[in-house]
């Protein structure tokens, strides 16, 4: 509804500023045609020649969760030569953050479930970081960084209403639809346990055939067609995975809910909801963290484009060009990590491994666009529940906006930001789309959306600042657990450098073993669990 207003909607009350951040696409597109921009698989052309010639032991080629991830683990094995080469200007892949009008806000994700104990990797990490501690016998997380409540709730036939799944004027015949679900997820559980990481539960007959057909298609069978029930499941999907229930695998719509908190129908009494943690600027408050030692023992090289990266017999070579001297330099190295997205590791790499060259081909890429809305004072608010830190349209093309403030402890409420996101894994060219739209375009679609519940937007609105993402997280489409696994020994094990497929491929080429790759596209989907985790071991099998 909000994007059919968008015709009538011109920002006229007041001057609206904003533009364009913390992307930086031409550095992006430098990489593409210095790949040669030949699709995967294409071997990059040589460099120009180097500069500047720096020698290290280990070098890192991606500043993501995933490569931070690698570099903590090397350095808590006690190795310092080390060097992480990075794109943008700050570390952190998806999960970086910014500040408008002095105000704190994420750039990309914004939340981090307490982990499960499969995440063993990422429960160590919060508890280096005092997030977690042993209290009597139990683990207990600081409850500073617990989201506070009200977390979340849905503008849902014309009103708020607490929580994300529709229920306020709902018919029995829809109540019926959530309790079926909330069985058919945890008779799955039950049967074929998920994890996060994913690789934690191998897969099993039942994942397979559920990763063999789209969402969709799985709730048709099941005979879940309840409107209700399926905007929900898809806004859940596009939430997490960047593409809605048409697009991503019945494996990866069950295992949003199995791998953690389950399925909960309105009045379950189990129900409880699972703890998130959170702050002002989202996830950046744990990337920034993992990068500061980096930077302040002059590891983190920020501003480099990777054009080249190339393992011989005696080491690995990695060009790349430094945005901020406006010269190509060389690094060799003994060993590498390449903790980047799998199409853009299979443009650098030269002579490219056969299961990089397929896992880039059949991996799909969603476009996401992050917009941070500064506010100069508190919005009206309609009837129904309070405002929340998580705030969701029914029906509408974006995923809702999270409150920078909704941590903050002051006493009466004043400006914030308000972080709004739009998924775009279901749009035909919308990358495209996504470069070639100004600003102003993006702004009224916002401002247009979010004065359906916000009809004081405009009174109340002084910046808006947009992030775009032209390959934001992988989509988990179906095929992507089969081809991501392959058999051996009677067992199928997860595709990702440092497990089965890295030992048969070290087995083959023995140069091609200075080479780990981590990043979350070797999960399929893209969470802070899956990167750091893959992230995590690449740096231990270095070690090692």
């Known amino acids: 509804?909000?994007?059919?207003?968008?015709?009538?909607?011109?920002?006229?009350?007041?001057q609206i500023e904003g533009d364009f951040t913390g992307t930086s696409p031409e550095r992006g597109h430098r990489l593409a045609a210095t790949a040669g921009d030949a699709g995967p698989g294409a071997a990059p052309p040589a460099s120009a020649t180097a500069q500047v010639v720096r020698r290290v032991h280990t070098v890192i080629v991606?500043?993501?969760?995933?490569?931070?991830?690698?570099?903590?683990?090397?350095?808590?094995?006690?190795?310092?030569?080390?060097?992480?080469?990075e794109l943008e200007d700050e570390a952190?892949?998806?999960?970086?953050?910014?500040?408008?009008?002095?105000?704190?806000?994420?750039?990309?994700?914004?939340?981090?479930?307490?982990?499960?104990?499969?995440?063993?990797?990422?429960?160590?990490?919060?508890?280096?970081?005092?997030?977690?501690?042993?209290?009597?016998?139990?683990?207990?997380?600081?409850?500073?960084?617990?989201?506070?409540?009200?977390?979340?709730?849905?503008?849902?036939?014309?009103?708020w209403q607490d929580g994300l799944l529709p229920v306020q004027g709902v018919g029995p015949a829809t109540l019926a639809q959530y309790r079926r679900f909330a069985q058919r997820v945890q008779a799955l559980q039950q049967d074929a346990p998920f994890a996060m990481p994913a690789f934690r539960a191998p897969a099993?007959?039942?994942?397979?055939?559920?990763?063999?057909?789209?969402?969709?298609?799985?709730?048709?069978?099941?005979?879940?067609?309840?409107?209700?029930?399926?905007?929900?499941?898809?806004?859940?999907?596009?939430?997490?995975?960047?593409?809605?229930?048409?697009?991503?695998?019945?494996?990866?719509?069950?295992?949003?809910?199995?791998?953690?908190?389950?399925?909960?129908?309105?009045?379950?009494?189990?129900?409880?909801?699972?703890?998130?943690?959170?702050w002002p600027e989202g996830n950046a408050w744990l990337t920034r963290r993992l990068a500061a030692p980096l930077a302040q023992a002059g590891q983190l090289h920020t501003a480099r484009v990777v054009q080249?990266?190339?393992?011989?017999?005696?080491?690995?070579?990695?060009?790349?060009?430094?945005?901020?001297?406006?010269?190509?330099?060389?690094?060799?190295?003994?060993?590498?990590?390449?903790?980047?997205?799998?199409?853009?590791?299979?443009?650098?790499?030269?002579?490219?491994?056969?299961?990089?060259?397929?896992?880039?081909?059949?991996?799909?890429?969603?476009?996401?666009?992050?917009?941070n809305l500064h506010i100069d004072r508190p919005l009206h608010d309609p009837p129904g529940a309070p405002p929340s830190w998580d705030n969701v349209l029914y029906g509408s093309a974006g995923l809702g906006y999270v409150d920078a403030?909704?941590?903050?402890?002051?006493?009466?409420?004043?400006?914030?930001?308000?972080?709004?996101?739009?998924?775009f894994g279901d749009t035909p060219d919308a990358r495209a789309e996504l470069l070639r739209q100004p600003w102003s375009h993006w702004r009224d679609a916002i401002v247009a959306e979010l004065s359906v519940p916000h009809?004081?937007?405009?009174?109340?609105?002084?910046?808006?600042?947009?992030?775009?993402?032209?390959?934001a997280m992988a989509i988990p489409v179906p095929g992507t657990l089969w081809n991501g696994h392959f058999e051996?020994?009677?067992?199928?094990?997860?595709?990702?450098?440092?497990?089965?497929?890295l030992q048969e491929y070290e087995r083959m080429t023995p140069a091609a073993g200075r080479l780990r790759f981590a990043h979350a596209d070797w999960s399929g989907y893209s969470v802070f669990e899956e990167a750091f985790t893959r992230g995590h071991a690449a740096g231990m099998t270095v070690a090692r």
């Open 62 to 85: 991606g500043a993501g969760v995933a490569g931070l991830a690698a570099a903590r683990a090397l350095r808590q094995r006690g190795i310092d030569d080390l060097a992480v080469l």
């Open 488 to 501: 051996g020994q009677n067992r199928r094990f997860p595709a990702s450098a440092g497990y089965k497929q």
């Open 92 to 159: 952190g892949g998806n999960s970086r953050g910014t500040a408008v009008g002095g105000i704190a806000c994420p750039l990309g994700a914004h939340y981090l479930p307490v982990p499960g104990d499969e995440a063993h990797e990422v429960q160590d990490l919060l508890e280096e970081f005092g997030l977690r501690q042993r209290v009597a016998g139990r683990w207990v997380v600081d409850e500073r960084h617990l989201c506070h409540s009200p977390q979340e709730r849905l503008f849902f036939n014309g009103e």
């Open 204 to 278: 099993s007959p039942e994942h397979l055939a559920l990763d063999a057909i789209p969402f969709q298609a799985w709730l048709d069978r099941e005979g879940l067609a309840d409107p209700h029930l399926r905007w929900y499941l898809d806004y859940a999907c596009r939430d997490d995975f960047g593409a809605g229930i048409v697009t991503v695998s019945a494996w990866a719509g069950i295992h949003y809910f199995a791998s953690r908190h389950g399925f909960h129908a309105p009045g379950d009494e189990a129900a409880e909801r699972d703890g998130v943690l959170t």
């Open 308 to 371: 080249r990266v190339e393992a011989g017999r005696h080491g690995v070579t990695v060009d790349v060009f430094n945005g901020s001297t406006q010269s190509v330099e060389r690094w060799s190295a003994a060993q590498a990590i390449v903790a980047l997205p799998v199409f853009v590791a299979a443009r650098v790499v030269a002579n490219p491994p056969d299961f990089l060259r397929e896992a880039a081909a059949r991996t799909r890429h969603a476009p996401w666009l992050v917009a």
């Open 1 to 14: 509804s909000g994007s059919l207003a968008l015709a009538g909607c011109r920002p006229a009350s007041r």
């Open 455 to 471: 009809p004081d937007l405009l009174e109340k609105l002084t910046r808006i600042d947009i992030t775009r993402y032209g390959h």
């Open 405 to 423: 403030m909704h941590q903050s402890l002051r006493p009466v409420p004043g400006a914030t930001v308000l972080t709004w996101y739009r998924a």
